[in-house]
């Protein structure tokens, strides 16, 4: 099994910062690829970042010098850093982890249950 639990979201001002974490739990498997979507009501969800790992990111053109990701090998965590939040970045926030299990030796992704990020102008 696979399991990602993603940190409590809040309510911040424009301008603020908050950083989301989310561990990923369980046996039997290698973490690829870790990242991060959310999705605002009304919208799709869409990829915010992601990490490789060989540590290499990728952004959304929309958070690209705003917001940093990271990830610890050792506690298998990845991290949002969110800085100079704006109010179009409200939205149900989600942790995503692309993994193979060894059992079959089969790539899959997984979601976290989502947290909500609200930024008030």
């Known amino acids: 099994q696979v399991q990602l639990l993603e940190s409590r979201g809040g309510l911040v001002q424009a301008g603020g910062s908050l950083r989301l974490s989310c561990a990923a739990s369980?046996?039997?498997?290698?973490?690829?690829?870790m990242g991060w979507y959310r999705q605002a009501p009304g919208k799709q969800r869409e990829l915010v970042a992601l990490?490789?790992?060989?540590?290499?990111?990728n952004y959304a053109d929309s958070v690209k010098g705003r917001f940093t990701i990271s990830r610890d090998n050792v506690k298998n965590t990845v991290a949002l850093q969110m800085n100079s939040l704006e109010p179009e970045d409200t939205a149900v926030y989600y942790c995503?982890?692309?993994?193979?299990?060894?059992?079959?030796?089969?790539?899959?992704?997984?979601w976290g249950q989502g947290t909500q990020v609200t930024v008030s102008s």
């Open positions: 995503s982890a692309w993994v193979v299990l060894t059992i079959t030796s089969r790539g899959y992704e997984y």
């Open positions: 990490i490789t790992s060989c540590n290499r990111t």
């Open positions: 369980g046996s039997g498997f290698s973490i690829h690829v």
